[in-house]
């Protein structure tokens, strides 16, 4: 009897040490910007660690704050890293040491111009295709607001005839009267030229196709890749977190369905994620595989039991 006892009280005192050592940290604060792809990831992972046992806080605040937040030790997460667009403000501080790249959690982010499906199926494929269909294209882009970087790359592009776009026009408006203005286009069976990106609901709601890009198009047209950032000292503070942040990786895909939830159909994030969670075990069991909650008992027993 006396062995058991020793047993059972040498098991709580580890139990205890394991639970203060992860709590040690204290709350976990993420930065997420108004965007809601990175909203929805954020609730998604929030709602999994905080049924584990952590704490967690969301800031809403942009890029740049973030950025600012985590060398100051005001933000730990972000899980929202655009890159090659936000090295500006990434770069810096990976050199100083104050960050860390854990994982991509994304890998096939495009940003490009895009067309209506039928447009594609007709022959326009890339930028270089636009301008001898000016005609059914009116001369016009479709764009984000003037100010931003898509629309002032978008406006070197014309300004140096980058694919004969010279004499082209742009009008930039906030994303969702550009959309308004793009699918009654659509649905009238015009041609149109437009901004485009994935992850966005744009992707699982209009019929369109993305243009390959042209010599001189590369600051509009590209690739990006979107990453989770913490801070430096972020795997010490919390081990079985850091574990699930390299764990976590998405398509375009889903965070674009994410987004049509939230953003188009108007769910609270709080149910768009609880509903993914629900739906999407085996997901979430990689997520959470080799992760811990505060009390050392692996996560995903504590995730499947609610």
Not at 68 to 96: C, H
Not at 194 to 213: D, I, Q, S
Not at 219 to 229: E, G, P, R
């Amino acid at each position: 009897m006396k062995e058991t006892l020793k047993i059972i009280s040498c098991s709580m005192v580890i139990s205890l040490i394991a639970c203060s050592s992860a709590l040690a940290g204290g709350e976990i604060r993420f930065g997420v910007p108004p965007w809601p792809g990175v909203t929805v990831k954020t609730e998604i992972v929030c709602q999994l660690l905080e049924t584990m046992g952590y704490e967690t806080e969301q800031e809403e605040v942009g890029p740049p704050v973030i950025y600012k937040g985590m060398e100051d030790d005001e933000i730990d997460a972000f899980l929202g890293a655009w890159t090659p667009q936000q090295n500006p403000l990434l770069n810096p501080l990976k050199e100083k040491g104050k960050v860390e790249v854990v994982q991509t959690n994304l890998e096939d982010a495009v940003i490009s111009l895009c067309v209506p499906k039928y447009a594609a199926e007709a022959g326009v494929k890339s930028f270089s295709d636009l301008d001898d269909q000016a005609d059914k294209f009116d001369s016009h882009i479709y764009n984000i607001d003037v100010g931003s970087p898509m629309h002032t790359a978008m406006e070197e592009i014309i300004e140096k005839d980058v694919a004969g776009l010279g004499d082209w026009e742009q009008t930039g408006t906030s994303t969702p009267i550009m959309l308004q203005q793009v699918k009654s286009m659509m649905d009238q069976n015009k041609w149109v030229a437009f901004a485009c990106w994935k992850p966005h609901w744009m992707n699982v709601g209009l019929e369109m196709a993305y243009l390959e890009g042209a010599p001189g198009t590369e600051k509009f047209a590209s690739d990006s890749l979107i990453h989770t950032v913490v801070r430096s000292d972020f795997n010490q503070r919390f081990p079985g977190v850091y574990k699930m942040f390299e764990n976590i990786k998405i398509t375009s895909l889903t965070q674009s369905r994410w987004i049509n939830a939230f953003a188009r159909e108007g769910q609270r994030v709080e149910v768009v994620a609880r509903e993914w969670i629900r739906n999407n075990p085996e997901q979430v069991s990689q997520w959470l595989e080799g992760v811990t909650a505060p009390d050392g008992t692996p996560g995903v027993e504590k995730v499947m039991l609610q």
